[in-house]
């Protein structure tokens, strides 16, 4: 498999763009020490996805004279932290909030009261529903699920039987690549059933779900999973089975032990997202609406990548695959 370059936003070009504007910068008014405040509010900050999030607001937050603040829950489940850390934001002054919801509907009333105080939204990675938001910024999910359904139609079984091992339901961006995902493995004629259980997004709960659902229908032999955390516990679950030779894995992001997972063949493909773009670019168009910039109502494509263990070294996917720090 190659991996996609249709819609490519490289690094490079992000950083060489933030240079280029920070010949300009974002103004000194307001905020502490005369900064304008920006509030990155994100679905948690563990994960090596969410701290290259991190260093990319932070390196665009440095490069235009933001002062930024950077949290987010503990749990990836959590919308009511999230709803008190968009009022904390509020009252702190924050002009812009750059948004990944936990849940599409449960954060809608706490970004609308936001937004009716004078503050601009803009989302990366997880939507929102509101029609407040100025930009919305990160992978195309639907995309994103249809590469990870070709990924999986790699498997060489004359019959395809897939468990599919999701995160919240509440969660529009995995929703999104299931539904991407299904519209590719469900026209294969190869494909008999599909099952589908939603966990909580931690390791040990996808780890647990896995297990139980390949007890529970055994002849599965191909297992998609949708983001950095449930990659883990179904790559573990594998492992503790002793199914990688017979089971074709396609699973989201990455950090050290799922490229570890990649080459040992518990993982047979990553779906490699680009976190360090939705970070800066997320914070770069902050600075484009405080400037005076009107809301676009764009959508951002950050490009997502598929990474194998036939690429997984060449420099463009090295690139993809690990971090900035």
Known sequence: MKPNRKK???????????MLLFLTGCGMAGGTAGKHYVALVTKSTDSAFWKSVFAGAGAAATEYNLQISMEGP?????YETQNRMIEEAVEKGAEVIVFSAVDYNANSKAIDEAAKRGVRIVVIDSDVNSSQVSCRIGTDNREAGRMAGKAALEAESNTLHIGIVNYDVNSANGQQREEGFREIAGADARVKSMHTINVVSTTEDAREGTVQLLKEHPEINVIVTFNEWTSLGVGWAIRDL??????????????????GMLETGEVDALIVQNPYAMGYLGVEEACRLINGGNASGA??????TCVTRENMFEPECQRMLFAFD
């Open 8 to 18: 490519r936003y490289p690094v490079f070009a992000v950083m060489l763009l933030g």
């Open 74 to 78: 503990k749990w990836e489940e959590d």
């Open 299 to 304: 959508v951002v494509d950050t490009a997502t």
């Open 242 to 259: 002793d199914l990688a030779e017979e089971t074709q894995v396609v699973a989201f992001d990455s950090n050290v032990v799922s490229v």
